[in-house]
């Protein structure tokens, strides 16, 4: 689904991902991690468009998108779950998906938003509130939600656990599971190492903007401990 190729990204004369080569598979959650600082965002928002290309190339599908504008990579089928959620905070909860098909036939819009709804039928009873006035956990809904509205054939999540209610975290990976058996690629910021581990298929480890490691879910479910020294949430046990 989607390739990077040798990428280098960054802001300005600031390189803040270097080098970067990363195959994500159609139909899967690839796991990207890191400690804060290792250029795990940038990437995201790269590939979205939002932060220049220095070198290396962004194949999406058989396509070149490295000079893709942010709404030609949508209208390919590529969405973003921004950090922060970044709603529309005066407008309803309605509003907002409404906005977020914008890229997409109004014919369409009614039939996002019941999907949507489906996945999160909390939304539904909060059509009409501000967007706003939500709970953490309702705001991360529908920024899920409002990116599951234009459509999108490849998810990008920055992320998703930040900041919310073990309960609230449960429905989200509940959701994007559900997401994955409907066949959307999803490449996945998490900061909990042991829930992304959970739910992905591949993992990528990135350092200071480099990859350091990189395999199987499967492969890193085993090497737990090494995963989490590299991202320095534990230290390692001396024998």
């Known amino acids: 689904m989607l390739r990077l190729e040798s990428l280098s990204c960054g802001y300005g004369e600031m390189t803040v991902v270097h080098g970067l080569t990363l195959n994500v598979p159609d139909g ?13 965002s940038s990437t995201i928002m790269c590939i979205a468009g939002h932060v220049a290309v220095i070198e290396g190339r962004i194949i999406y599908k058989k396509m ?4 893709a504008t942010p709404m030609e990579r949508v209208s390919a089928g590529i969405a973003v779950v921004p950090e922060g959620r970044r709603l529309f905070p005066s407008l309803t909860v309605e509003e907002n998906l409404v906005v977020g098909g914008y890229s ?27 967007a706003g ?42 959701a994007i599971t559900e997401l994955k ?16 581990l959970e739910v992905a298929d591949r993992v990528c480890v990135l350092e200071s903007g480099k990859v350091v490691w990189k395999d199987t879910a499967e492969k890193a479910r085993d ?3 090494l995963i989490d020294a590299i991202l320095g949430l534990q230290e390692e046990k001396t024998p």
């Open 28 to 40: 899967e959650i690839t796991a990207l991690l890191g400690a804060n600082g290792a250029g795990k």
């Open 64 to 67: 070149d998108i490295t000079h």
């Open 104 to 130: 997409r036939p109004r014919d369409f819009t009614r039939q996002g938003i019941d999907q949507v709804l489906a996945l999160f039928p909390r939304l539904g009873e909060r059509l009409g509130q501000l």
């Open 133 to 174: 006035s939500l709970s953490g956990g309702e705001q991360q809904m529908l920024s899920i939600g409002r990116a599951m509205m234009s459509r999108p054939q490849m998810l990008l999540i920055d992320e998703l656990s930040l900041g919310l209610m073990p309960k609230i975290i449960d429905i989200c990976y509940e």
């Open 181 to 196: 058996r409907e066949g959307l690629t999803i490449l996945l910021i998490e900061q909990s190492t042991q829930r992304a």
């Open 223 to 225: 090497s737990a401990q």
